[in-house]
């Protein structure tokens, strides 16, 4: 007997029909600055700062992403996939070398990475040979307070160092060594401290520190 098989993509309609329409965003109120043409106000005071050039891309210090459409200004949803399934939300290293995806943006067809976006918004932009750095090594975190443009040298340097320290963190059981727990001005001391050391030197270092944040306890 000839048996009639139902679609394969009808309990996909089945659940879509299920699903509760998504209400409308609505749209921010803006003004622009007039100091700036770059620059846009918002109705509690928030500053946002375009990008690039003829990009309708506006952001904040705080990380937050809007698009400027012909009927007002939009936010922007940041995506935070990474690019396998099995890298963890704690990250043990940096960046797309770890098998990791930067968190980005899309608009009008592109890709736009966001602590590059944050960069030329309100760092001034990224030179040849520079890169723009996580300063506490999580790349989720793109707000301003967290960016700063260094070498690629350099970047790699400190991201050795990073890891170094939280390695001795989670080895040592001590959070005080974790750089997620560390505040800029700390994390930019210690750059500056073991910036002539070499990596043998560094390991030394900390695990000195280590023993001895162990012995107070």
């Known amino acids: 007997k000839n048996v009639v098989k139902p679609p394969r993509n009808k309990g996909r309609q089945l659940r879509n029909r299920q699903r509760k329409p998504r209400k409308p965003q609505p749209f921010l109120w ?19 700062r375009q990008a690039y050039c003829g990009v309708g891309l506006y952001l904040s210090q705080g990380g937050n ?34 098998g990791q995806n930067y968190p980005y943006v899309d ?12 960069a030329c918004a309100w760092l001034g ?13 999580d790349i989720d975190d793109f707000r301003t307070a967290n960016l700063r443009i260094i070498s690629v040298q350099e970047n790699d340097r400190c991201g050795g160092i990073l890891r170094r320290l939280r390695n001795a963190s989670a080895r040592y059981g001590l959070p005080e060594l974790n750089p997620r727990h560390m505040s800029r001005a700390e994390l930019l001391d210690r750059f500056e ?19 001895w944040l162990l012995s107070q306890k």
């Open 65 to 98: 992403v809007y698009a400027l459409t012909r009927l007002g200004l939009r936010n922007r949803r940041v995506n935070f996939w990474k690019k396998r399934t099995y890298c963890h939300r704690l990250h043990t290293g940096r960046g797309c070398s770890q």
């Open 30 to 48: 803006f003004k622009p600055d007039p100091d700036d043409s770059r620059q846009l106000i918002l109705s509690n005071g928030t500053r946002l």
């Open 107 to 118: 608009y009008r067809g592109r890709t736009y990475r966001m602590h590059q976006l944050m």
């Open 193 to 211: 401290q073991y910036r002539t050391l070499s990596s043998k030197q560094i390991t030394k270092a900390i695990r000195q520190e280590a023993e």
């Open 125 to 137: 932009g990224i030179a040849d040979g520079m890169v723009a750095d996580h300063i506490n090594g």
